[in-house]
Every structure is written in structure tokens, then in C-alpha cells.
């Protein structure tokens, strides 16, 4: 595992996906599962497990364990799943829960050919960026497609520096466990709840419109919704405390320094950070006085998080977080807007893109899925929000939201022109 690897907390990541098959579900399953044997050759750590090595650190140990696979089936049709509500509906039913292993898949036969594919990933070993890239080589090799993209593992691309540089800045966003207050029972501990919304086109693009006002420059539609949705999480405070948004941020693109025209293509492949499997990811983020983010225009809170976003998104931020987390081991680590330090820390939220889940790729034989989304409770009391594509492939987002019920309450009144529980009908199911 990389150093950026052991900034993970032992999470897994959810995703499930709906279909309507025409073909009998016995030779749907066989189709799945003889693919998904062949995938986990070039996608071998998925068929391994994690164990602690000698210094207590997470280790992959690529044994060959397999996969676990559940065929399950519901007496329910695609469109009665309430996936506006997934922990009720999606969570433990269609998404299974994993308790060993790296990967664990369900697939569920539904009533009149509905299908839903449920994937569980352990995060210390994928990123989502990584679990795009098997989802799309799973449904490739399902329909005897060569796979558009193989996964490197090869860890020495993110090797620390020697000696290590150590910068003070990066104590701002992470931080040691070890460290972390002892007096964790006595926070409030209010269960986090997700949601699923929908934002049409026309909303982004005024979102974007509204953000980008008094010459500034154009913001992009993510830093725009990241703005609309800190100003709403804002609403919450009566001014006293701050008010936390972090953006998750993709490494590959600033990392990747290969010339590729001086290499193979096969070589290429080896050596781009386009095709690393593993966690390149680092959570920048801002802090504001709540009762200052209300008063403030869209455009301003729009700059606020376009510039502390941009310390994230160059090498050598990256570089010097693989140095820290050199220095700290074998100490683990966690980024610091996950952990809430104390009971006055402030309101804090997550959003991370998911703007690449290739849901149109993700077709296995049978047609394209009607629907698909991340489920990622996270835990803790850090709210999450990741914006996807939507199946209608017509400009709206899907939202999955992760958050206490104090923040859904003011995103359902505050932000309800915006966000809109998304229903069957929306769907077209």
C-alpha cells in the first residue's frame, strides 16, 4: 500500500446499479460471474485481503482469497425501490455489507426482469476513480471486449522523496490519530442520513451563472454547487462557530509528468498515473464564520472555494503529502475535516465529484443500467455529497447525500428550487 493508501480509515465504498434484462437470469449470472473471474486477473488486489503488518500498518496481501458472491432476489419491481431513501431501501439489501476480503458483489433478481448489481469496496485499496475503472473492465470483458484501460500497481509512483521534506502545512489537513481527543464519547453522536437527489441542467448552469458575477471568472459547475451547498450547511449555525467544506481532490492529472510520446503504448500504460488502481487523493478545505458565509453573495463563497481548493491540485502537493505521511509513520493518519476534534468544531462537509462514474459503460450484455449511484455512509459526524451523472444523459446530476438530518432539513427548504428527491417517475423506470 502507498503512503496515500494508509490515509484511508478502514471504509468501504458502496455502488449499485439497476438494469432491465432481457436475458434469463441464469444466464445473466453466469455471464456475471465468468466475467467477473476473469476481471480479477488484471484487477488482482481485489481478490486479496488486508492484514497488519509488523508495524501495525495496513498491508494487502494479494493471497487469492476470491470474491465473495451473493445471488439474492426481492419480491419488489425496479420502480417501487425508494431510492430517494437508500438506507432504508438500498443499504444491507441491494448493497451487501462486507466483512472480509477487498470486494464482495450481490447481484438481486427483481420482479419482472429488474436487476440490480451491488458492489461493496474496501477504500484503503480503491479510490472511486479505481473502482470506474473495474466496473468498466468487469462489463468490457461481459460482452468480450478487450479492456480500454489496465490498472498499474505500481506503488513506486508514489514513493516519498529522500529525505522526506517536511511542511507544516499539511498539519492543517490531516492529522495523526493518536492524537485526536480521548474524550470522543461525550460529542453528540447524531446518525448521519442519506438521500438521493436530482439537480437539473438549467439549475447547474444558474448555479454556475450566479457564481461567476462582477467579472469574476467563470467558476466550474463543481466549485459552483460546492458554494450553493456551504452557504445552505451555513444556515444552520446561529454565527458562533465556523462552518467546515472540504473538496475531495484527484491526484492523477497532477502527478502524471510522463511524456508519452517517448514511450510505447504498452509502456505508456505501465507508467501513467491515467491508469493507477489505488487512492491518489488528497481533502483540502475552508472555514468560515457561519453568520459571514449567509451574508456573503454566491460568487464570493464560489472564490473561497476555488481558492483553497488550488493549494490541492498541483504535484507538489502531492509529493509533500506522500513526504508527511513518511515522516508520521508508522503512525497512522486521518485527514482532519473527517475527524471532528471537539463538540465546538463546527458544522463540516465533503463533496467529491462523481462526474466520472461511467454509468453508460457499465453495460454487461443487456442493455445500459436505468440507474446507478455511490452509497457511502461514512460515518462520523463529517457530512459527504457526491455529485454524479444522471442516466438520462441530459445534463442533470444525481446527489447522493450523506448528512444529519439538521443539514437535509435546510437543503429540502433552503435549497428545494435546487435539489429534488429523486422518484421512479424521474427515472422513467
Same mark, same amino acid.
Given at each position: 500500500? !502507498?503512503?496515500?493508501?494508509?490515509?484511508? *480509515?478502514?471504509?468501504?465504498i =458502496? @455502488?449499485? $446499479?439497476?438494469?432491465?434484462?432481457? %436475458?434469463p437470469?441464469?444466464?445473466s449470472?453466469?455471464?456475471?460471474k465468468?466475467?467477473?473471474?476473469?476481471?480479477?486477473g488484471?484487477?488482482?488486489?481485489?481478490?486479496?485481503?488486508?492484514?497488519?503488518?509488523?508495524?501495525?500498518?495496513?498491508?494487502?496481501?494479494?493471497?487469492?482469497?476470491?470474491?465473495?458472491?451473493?445471488?439474492a432476489?426481492?419480491?419488489?419491481?425496479?420502480?417501487?425501490?425508494?431510492?430517494?431513501?437508500?438506507?432504508? !431501501?438500498?443499504e444491507?439489501?441491494?448493497? *451487501?455489507l462486507?466483512?472480509q =476480503? @477487498?470486494? $464482495?458483489?450481490?447481484?438481486t433478481? %427483481?420482479?419482472s426482469?429488474?436487476?440490480?448489481?451491488?458492489?461493496?469496496?474496501?477504500?484503503?485499496?480503491?479510490?472511486?476513480?479505481?473502482?470506474n475503472?473495474f466496473?468498466?473492465?468487469?462489463?468490457?470483458?461481459?460482452?468480450?471486449?478487450?479492456?480500454?484501460?489496465?490498472?498499474?500497481?505500481?506503488?513506486s509512483?508514489?514513493?516519498?522523496?529522500?529525505?522526506?521534506?517536511?511542511?507544516?502545512?499539511?498539519?492543517?489537513?490531516?492529522?495523526?490519530?493518536?492524537?485526536?481527543p480521548?474524550?470522543?464519547?461525550?460529542?453528540?453522536?447524531?446518525?448521519?442520513?442519506?438521500?438521493?437527489?436530482?439537480?437539473?441542467?438549467?439549475?447547474?448552469?444558474?448555479?454556475?451563472?450566479k457564481s461567476s458575477?462582477n467579472?469574476?471568472?467563470?467558476?466550474?459547475?463543481?466549485?459552483?454547487f460546492?458554494?450553493?451547498?456551504?452557504?445552505?450547511?451555513?444556515?444552520?449555525e446561529d454565527?458562533?462557530?465556523?462552518c467546515?467544506?472540504?473538496?475531495?481532490?484527484?491526484?492523477?492529472?497532477?502527478?502524471?509528468?510522463?511524456?508519452?510520446?517517448?514511450?510505447?503504448?504498452s509502456?505508456?500504460m505501465?507508467f501513467?498515473?491515467?491508469?493507477?488502481?489505488?487512492?491518489v487523493?488528497?481533502?483540502?478545505?475552508?472555514?468560515a464564520n457561519s453568520?459571514?458565509?449567509?451574508?456573503?453573495?454566491l460568487?464570493?463563497?464560489?472564490?473561497?472555494?476555488?481558492?483553497?481548493?488550488?493549494?490541492?491540485?498541483?504535484?507538489?502537493?502531492f509529493?509533500?503529502?506522500?513526504?508527511?505521511?513518511e515522516?508520521?509513520?508508522?503512525?497512522?493518519?486521518?485527514?482532519?475535516?473527517?475527524a471532528?476534534?471537539?463538540?465546538?468544531?463546527?458544522?463540516?462537509?465533503?463533496?467529491?465529484?462523481?462526474?466520472?462514474?461511467?454509468?453508460?459503460?457499465?453495460?454487461?450484455?443487456?442493455?445500459?443500467?436505468?440507474?446507478?449511484?455511490?452509497?457511502?455512509?461514512?460515518?462520523?459526524?463529517?457530512?459527504?455529497?457526491m455529485?454524479?451523472?444522471?442516466?438520462?444523459?441530459?445534463?442533470?446530476?444525481?446527489?447522493?447525500m450523506?448528512?444529519?438530518?439538521?443539514?437535509?432539513?435546510?437543503?429540502?427548504?433552503?435549497?428545494?428550487?435546487?435539489?429534488?428527491p429523486?422518484?421512479?417517475?424521474?427515472?422513467?423506470?
Open positions: 500500500m !502507498s503512503n496515500l493508501d494508509l490515509l484511508l *480509515p478502514p471504509l468501504d =458502496g @455502488v449499485f $446499479i439497476c438494469y432491465k434484462s432481457s %436475458l437470469l441464469d444466464e449470472l453466469n455471464i456475471l465468468k466475467s467477473l473471474a476473469e476481471a480479477l488484471p484487477f488482482y488486489p481485489l481478490a486479496g485481503e488486508i492484514v497488519q503488518n509488523n508495524l501495525s500498518e495496513p498491508e494487502l496481501l494479494c493471497n487469492n482469497r476470491g470474491v465473495d458472491f451473493i445471488h432476489h426481492a419480491n419488489v419491481e425496479l420502480k417501487d425501490i425508494d431510492l430517494y431513501h437508500p438506507d432504508e !431501501s438500498v444491507r439489501k441491494f448493497v *451487501p462486507k466483512k =476480503g @477487498v470486494l $464482495i458483489v450481490q447481484v433478481e %427483481l420482479r426482469g429488474g436487476l440490480v448489481i451491488g458492489c461493496k469496496f474496501d477504500h484503503r485499496i480503491a479510490d472511486a476513480y479505481s473502482i475503472m466496473l468498466t473492465a468487469w462489463a468490457e470483458i461481459a460482452q468480450s471486449k478487450p479492456i480500454s484501460s489496465l490498472p498499474s500497481f505500481r506503488r509512483m508514489l514513493n516519498p522523496r529522500h529525505p522526506p521534506i517536511m511542511n507544516n502545512y499539511y498539519n492543517k489537513l490531516f492529522v495523526p490519530i493518536s492524537t485526536l480521548q474524550h470522543k464519547s461525550n460529542l453528540p453522536t447524531n446518525p448521519l442520513i442519506s438521500r438521493v437527489y436530482y439537480i437539473e441542467a438549467k439549475d447547474i448552469a444558474h448555479l454556475q451563472s458575477l467579472g469574476i471568472p467563470k467558476r466550474s459547475k463543481l466549485v459552483s460546492t458554494a450553493f451547498l456551504w452557504k445552505i450547511i451555513a444556515e444552520c454565527g458562533s462557530n465556523t467546515k467544506m472540504g473538496v475531495v481532490v484527484d491526484g492523477r492529472n497532477r502527478i502524471d509528468k510522463v511524456n508519452i510520446n517517448k514511450l510505447t503504448l509502456s505508456a505501465k501513467s498515473m491515467q491508469n493507477y488502481f489505488g487512492n487523493l488528497s481533502i483540502p478545505y475552508g472555514e453568520s459571514e458565509l449567509k451574508e456573503m453573495p460568487s464570493r463563497v464560489a472564490e473561497m472555494v476555488y481558492e483553497f481548493t488550488c493549494p490541492g491540485m498541483t504535484e507538489e502537493h509529493r509533500g503529502l506522500i513526504d508527511w505521511v515522516l508520521h509513520r508508522p503512525k497512522p493518519a486521518v485527514a482532519k475535516i473527517y471532528k476534534m471537539d463538540e465546538n468544531d463546527g458544522e463540516a462537509v465533503v463533496v467529491s465529484s462523481g462526474q466520472r462514474f461511467p454509468i453508460d459503460s457499465i453495460d454487461f450484455g443487456w442493455g445500459k443500467p436505468l440507474f446507478g449511484s455511490y452509497h457511502f455512509p461514512w460515518g462520523g459526524q463529517t457530512g459527504y455529497v455529485p454524479m451523472p444522471s442516466t438520462r444523459k441530459n445534463g442533470d446530476w444525481i446527489v447522493y450523506h448528512l444529519l438530518q439538521k443539514h437535509l432539513d435546510l437543503v429540502e427548504t433552503k435549497g428545494r428550487n435546487v435539489f429534488k429523486l422518484t421512479s417517475s424521474y427515472l422513467n423506470l
